[in-house]
């Protein structure tokens, strides 16, 4: 796996994190957990932007999101407890086939 490929990944991971410290932020009103967040996002994007210089780039936006999305409701789940019925899971399950599909056909 490619130095690219690592780095989109940490990128979509804080993607999940970024987006479960929005909820943690209470709006931003709560003003640590808004700078990790903000610092979160940041990170997140210029990561991907590092990823795209040798990644094409609907396969590393989708792949991005898709980590995060994955990330987050699982994270949701355990953190927060989100619903973990049947469909949500069998439906994050297609997410991660078509992300493997993405990635084997990059």
């Known amino acids: 796996m490619s130095t690219a490929w690592i780095i989109l990944f940490i990128a979509g991971l804080l993607e999940a994190g970024w987006a479960l410290g929005l909820k943690a932020s209470n709006g931003f009103s709560r003003p640590l957990t808004s700078l990790f967040t903000v610092l979160a996002m ?3 994007f ?58 084997l056909a990059s």
């Open 42 to 44: 940041i990170l997140s």
């Open 46 to 103: 210029y990561l991907l932007a590092q990823a795209m210089k040798s990644l094409p780039v609907g396969t590393a936006y989708a792949i991005w999101v898709g980590i995060g999305a994955i990330g987050t409701v699982l994270l949701g789940i355990f953190f927060y407890g989100d619903s973990a019925n049947p469909l949500r899971l069998a439906s994050l399950t297609l997410i991660l086939t078509g992300l493997v599909g993405l990635k």
